[in-house]
């Protein structure tokens, strides 16, 4: 994993050197270090050890993205804002299995630092609010349930909402 600065001066680098091929007469080189420019463009916004924990994580393999995520050793100076977001709210998503207290934590963590999608934003709210019932926060769970409804704008967690409201009632 390259830092996240170390990402932006290759691709000024390669971009550069795109740029001499262009001046030497060698256009067929200079076009083809453009989209290699751009993976360390795409990199920089996009941290390849947290879409490789997301994809471990689709695949239901709690262990190997935390593995993944464990290579990233200083979240704070190696990613930027949003990838922090992300990097707390996959600790959450894992940890939400085993140790309530501790996912609890990372969600907060996440939402505070900001998630890109609202989805994610909705989820983490919704996994904060069954934490918040289970510990019997139940005003805190509305909260963070009416939150969650508000973000979830095409209705993908609309059922598990529903769920959890009915659920409230019980308590």
């Known amino acids: 994993m390259y830092h996240k600065n170390i990402k932006l001066f ?17 256009i067929g080189n200079g076009i083809a ?6 993976i360390f463009v795409f990199l920089y916004f996009k941290n390849e050890m947290i879409l490789l924990a997301f994809m471990r994580l689709r695949k239901q393999d709690f262990e190997g993205s935390k593995k993944w995520l464990d290579k990233i050793k200083d979240p704070e ?3 930027t804002v949003k990838q922090q977001g992300y990097y707390y709210y996959l600790h959450g998503l894992m940890y939400s299995q085993k140790n309530m207290t501790k996912a609890e934590k990372y969600f907060k963590k996440a ?15 919704l996994n904060l609010a069954g934490i918040a019932m289970s510990k019997r926060r139940k005003r805190e769970a509305q909260m ?9 704008k095409h209705d993908m967690l ?3 909402i529903k769920m959890m409201k009915q659920q409230m009632k019980k308590i």
Not at 20 to 25: D, N
Not at 33 to 38: D, R
Not at 111 to 125: E, F, H, P, W
């Open 10 to 26: 290759l691709a000024a680098a390669i971009i550069a050197f795109a740029v001499y091929q262009f001046i030497e007469g060698n």
């Open 144 to 152: 963070l349930l009416k939150e969650a409804k508000k973000a979830d």
């Open 111 to 125: 939402i505070k630092l900001g998630l890109s999608m609202s989805q994610d934003l909705a989820m983490a709210k």
């Open 158 to 160: 609309a059922d598990q």
């Open 77 to 79: 100076a190696a990613l």
């Open 33 to 38: 270090l453009i989209p290699l420019a751009g």
